[in-house]
């Protein structure tokens, strides 16, 4: 079992940044690819970002390409959304998530993770 916890969500002007952070409890952090989604209000939960297990490989959605950056600390069991240019469409609440069996096309998809946090709301607005 892994529990998520994110952090980080908050009221920023356009154009700024904003740094999410996911904690995960559990000793088997390390194997698990990570995941950010989002969901705006009316819309369907979107893939946002991912990182494969070691850290090696990143996935991103065209729309954050340039101004989002994942990464983790599987030292501090945390994985991190550096958000930058922020934009209005970027506003929503936006999930961590843990998938054990990565491969291929699965870190698009939400259906093939484990594990969800409770979601962080990110408004951007002037």
């Known amino acids: 079992q892994v529990q998520l916890v994110e952090s980080g969500g908050g009221l920023v002007q356009p154009g700024g940044p904003l740094r999410l952070s996911c904690v995960a409890s559990?000793?088997?952090?390390?194997?698990?690819?990570m995941g950010w989604f989002r969901q705006a209000p009316g819309k369907e939960r979107e893939f946002v970002a991912a990182?494969?297990?070691?850290?090696?490989?990143?996935y991103y959605v065209a729309s954050v390409k340039g101004r989002f950056t994942i990464r983790r600390d599987n030292a501090k069991n945390t994985v991190y959304l550096q958000m930058a240019s922020l934009k209005p469409e970027d506003t929503a609440v936006y999930y961590c998530?843990?998938?054990?069996?990565?491969?291929?096309?699965?870190?698009?998809?939400?259906?093939?993770?484990?594990?969800w946090g409770q979601g962080t709301q990110v408004t951007v607005s002037s």
């Open positions: 990182i494969s297990s070691t850290g090696g490989n990143t």
């Open positions: 998530a843990a998938m054990l069996k990565a491969y291929g096309d699965s870190y698009y998809n939400q259906y093939h993770y484990d594990y």
């Open positions: 559990g000793r088997t952090f390390n194997y698990y690819a």
